[in-house]
């Protein structure tokens, strides 16, 4: 749980994002392009506790690809968006990785951790699409 608390103490973006922005479809597409599996993005925009605009929660087979996934995240958002997470946490234990862009959290996760936490349920009021190919 961790991973979560690191929201809690952030700016907060006075720009709001919506699925057309230039962030959110260069994550959605790596995701993709690493093969993350169950990707879902939830539109927090409309609950006022919301720590994001969206969270991009996806899920990752092993360790290997969990990194992948993330790293390939953040080098994309570098190159074509100009910008660095405001944080990231997790490369270590290689469950669960959080790269938070403010506006939009994603969390990268394996199979238990995702099973266990189930934030898709904990943010069950907010919107959600599905983006697997």
């Known amino acids: 749980m961790n991973n979560l608390n ?3 103490n952030r700016p907060k973006s006075l720009t709001r994002l919506n699925r057309n922005s230039k962030i959110f479809k260069t994550i959605i597409h790596a995701i993709q392009e690493k093969k993350g599996e169950q990707v ?12 994001a605009d969206f969270f991009v929660i996806c899920q990752a087979t092993n360790s290997t690809q969990l990194r992948a996934i993330a790293d390939f995240v953040e080098e994309e958002v570098k190159k074509k968006c100009g910008e660095l997470p405001f944080r990231h946490e997790g490369h270590q234990g290689q469950q669960w990785i959080l790269i938070d862009y403010i506006n939009v ?15 898709e349920e904990l943010w069950s009021d907010a919107p959600s699409i599905g983006h697997d190919l």
């Open 40 to 51: 879902i993005s939830l539109d927090l925009r409309k609950i006022p506790e919301a720590v």
């Open 6 to 8: 690191v929201l809690q």
């Open 105 to 119: 959290v994603v969390h990268v996760m394996m199979p238990e951790p995702r099973k266990f936490y189930r934030i």
